[in-house]
Nanobody, 125 residues
Framework: QVQLWESGGGSVQPGGSLRLACASS????????IAWFRQAPGKEREGVSYNSRTDGSRQYSDFAKGRFTVSRDNAQNTVYLQMNNLKPEDTAIYYC??????????????????WGQGTQVTVSS
């Protein structure tokens, strides 16, 4: 059982930045494809970014392109999501999810077997 936990959330003003971290103990994250998802109140969980374990490629949803960057630090066994120029509509709980194999659509939460408890991001003035 892979256990993930997210950290780094908080409250920021519009235009601010946060760096989220996804960590695991006992399991090496570079064996897994890692995706970040978010869920706002009353909305479905949506994919934010994806990092492939095989070729290191990264994918982003349109709202994240140009503002968010996903990266891995294998020495720290951590995957980061750097979020810049945050907007009020980015307010949500952010989750990292992991799976050894993503077959069809990285944006589908059902593709992943493991996820953390989430970290709250609030963007408001």
């Amino acid at each position: 059982q892979v256990q993930l936990w997210e950290s780094g959330g908080g409250s920021v003003q519009p235009g601010g930045s946060l760096r989220l971290a996804c960590a695991s103990s006992g399991h090496t994250l570079d064996y897994y494809n890692i995706a970040w998802f978010r869920q706002a109140p009353g909305k479905e969980r949506e994919g934010v970014s994806y990092n492939s374990r095989t070729d290191g490629s990264r994918q982003y949803s349109d709202f994240a392109k140009g503002r968010f960057t996903v990266s891995r630090d294998n020495a720290q066994n951590t995957v980061y999501l750097q979020m810049n120029n945050l907007k009020p509509e980015d307010t949500a709980i952010y989750y990292c999810e992991a799976d050894e194999m993503v077959l069809y659509d990285w944006r589908d939460p059902d593709e992943y077997d493991y996820w953390g408890q989430g970290t709250q991001v609030t963007v408001s003035s």
